[in-house]
């Protein structure tokens, strides 16, 4: 079956630092990835997401890009800030059936310090 | 404003007691899901559904029941047969085409009191 596999956390961080969060799967077909943000006690928000082998989507200066060779996903910031102190989370939505549910990683709990 | 809405936000439940979810949905979204979270575990399936009057079990279905009378409503029971029923339920719908993305609702906290 399907799987996402994310980095251990939490990850504590200083602003401006720079951020990456690992993640990688194991899926049959070609599976669109995705990362999701939780801010406490709200549902998760779509970060960003790839559909492809070798996109690479961004959003907010977060960037990750769909590696099929490593079956990686990973997630980079720059330079964070105080407000991205969140949870996030890396899913997989399968091609095939199973109606497309998304699977997803433990989520990485990110502090960033002032 | 398109979007999806759980309620209650928080909810309490004595032991013994059957209680529902509401989750709704104005995105016109044919997929429905129920997820699960609880600390340090991320999100688990419990129940989802493609099309009116049909839902498939997810990974956690044991303890819960669902329906889908209507597309826009995906309700969710937590009966007495639950063990461990206090969590973040989170309810999400998507379009059922390749590559889109899920959208979810705020959550509803349960406890068990």
Redesign the interface.
Known sequence: GNSVTQMEGPVTLSEEAFLTINCTYTATGYPSLFWYVQYPGEGLQLLLKATKADDKGSNKGFEATYRKETTSFHLEKGSVQVSDSAVYFCALRSSGTSYGKLTFGQGTILTVHP | DGGIT?SPKYLFRKEGQNVTLSCEQNLNHD?M?W?RQDP????R?IY???IVNDF?K?DIAEGYSVSREKKESFPLTVTSAQKNPTAFY?C?S?S?A??????????T?LTVV
């Not at chain 2, 340090?40 to 999100?43: A, E, S, T």
């Open positions: 759980q997929a899901y997820y340090g575990q991320g999100l399936l989802y559904s493609q498939q997810g989170l999400a998507s059922i390749g590559g889109t993305e899920a959208f979810f609702g705020q959550g906290r």
